[in-house]
């Protein structure tokens, strides 16, 4: 595996692991980028603390500690810096001014939440509404319409368990534009190894009937699951299977040891 760029730290308050491992279990495992995408920060009211991502406080840290492991191993493995973000229109404006002052790589879309978490629901649990499901998908179609988003982390993150014909109507509609835009679906290696309900073979059916490339995205939250080869053949198994390609590095962000400052 060559690449991974859905990689998160121990500031999200859910992952753990030092920085330094996971760059290190990247480069033991072969790969020649790693990009960290830690779950961005929003500016919520003052009496609410998230315990799913990073405070607005510690972006300095994030970025400083990255770009000095960029600087380290720079001989070793090209390391970017980015961030996994949910599309909410209303929130969007004071997340573009916090992140102004930063050189953020690329970001990828991961719509846990259709509002914000502190209204919920979580798009994971279990629902067999459709309007849900159709509201996730326009969402996602109309974030990776902004431009700012290189692809879409665990695009059947929303949990439908209502008719099998409802699900392939919604996804496929997104499959395809996915495919249009030249834009790969995520084979997400946490859900893979966890049984979650997600990367599932439902999905990855209708992704192969739209043509769809994929990339695999290990999520990592612990250092080993950047250097497990068992969890990655799974999920490279996984699209064999289903005669997807696989697209190693991202445009724009491949092996590249561009120097790059902190701070803009």
């Known amino acids: 595996m060559p690449a ?16 330094k491992e996971y760059v290190e279990q990247a480069i033991a495992a072969g790969m020649q980028v790693l990009g960290f995408s830690d779950h961005c920060p929003w500016i919520f009211p003052k009496d609410y603390t998230s315990k799913t991502r990073m405070a607005p406080e510690m972006l300095d ?15 070793d493995i090209t390391i970017y ?54 509201r996730y998908v326009d969402l996602v179609i109309e974030g990776m319409e902004t431009g700012k988003y290189v692809y879409v982390a665990h695009p059947d993150l929303l949990h439908y368990t209502g008719p099998d014909e409802i699900y392939e109507k919604h996804f496929l509609r997104l499959c395809q534009y996915l495919k249009q835009k030249q834009i790969p679906v995520e084979i997400n290696l946490l859900g893979v190894v966890e049984h979650r309900h997600y990367t599932s073979e439902r999905f990855l059916k209708i992704a192969e009937k739209a043509g769809n490339s994929v990339i695999i995205g290990c999520d990592a939250h612990t250092p080993d699951r950047l250097s497990t080869q068992e969890y990655l053949e799974t999920c490279r198994n996984l699209a064999e299977k289903f005669h997807l ?20």
């Not at 840290?61 to 001989?75: G, H, P």
């Not at 980015?82 to 001014?97: D, R, T």
């Open 81 to 134: 810096t980015g961030f996994e973000s949910e599309y909410v229109p209303k929130l969007m404006e004071e997340q573009e001014k916090l992140l102004s002052d930063y050189p953020v790589d690329y970001m990828i879309l991961g719509e846990h939440f259709m509002e914000n978490e502190m209204t919920g629901p979580y798009t994971g649990l279990p629902t067999d509404q459709e309007a849900d499901l159709r």
């Open 245 to 264: 390609p696989v697209v190693d590095f991202l445009p724009g962000l491949g092996p590249d040891t561009a120097e790059r400052s902190v701070l803009k």
């Open 4 to 19: 991974n760029y859905h990689t998160h730290t121990a500031r999200c308050h859910h992952a753990w692991g030092e920085d």
């Open 61 to 75: 840290d994030y970025f400083t500690a990255i770009d000095r492991l960029r600087q380290e191993y720079k001989n």
